[in-house]
């Protein structure tokens, strides 16, 4: 349960005001329908979270968790460096 709550908090706290969060509230901004809104973003996080789960399983099983962590921090740190130079 640990790892569910732990999960459960760094995704909720990293999607809080995030692109996705604000292209949903403009869709929804837009809409009569918001309850669709509603269940096409979840399904679209669904869908985006297990492709991240699924790319951490492929990762998992052919490299070392250093080395996956060593990747991800530094996939972290160039997406923040692109934010910084305004490329994203």
């Known amino acids: 349960m640990k790892l569910f709550w732990a999960t459960f908090l760094a ?6 005001g995030d692109k996705t969060q ?25 869908f985006a979270s297990a492709l991240g789960v699924l790319a951490g399983k492929l990762l998992g099983d052919h490299l070392s968790l250093r080395y996956v962590r060593l990747i991800g921090g530094g996939l972290f740190i160039l997406l923040g460096i692109a934010m910084l130079l305004g490329k994203l």
């Open 11 to 16: 995704i909720f706290l990293a999607e809080l």
């Open 22 to 46: 604000l292209a949903t509230l403009v869709f929804a901004a837009r809409s009569e329908n918001r309850l669709i809104i509603f269940f096409a973003s979840a399904l679209a996080l669904v």
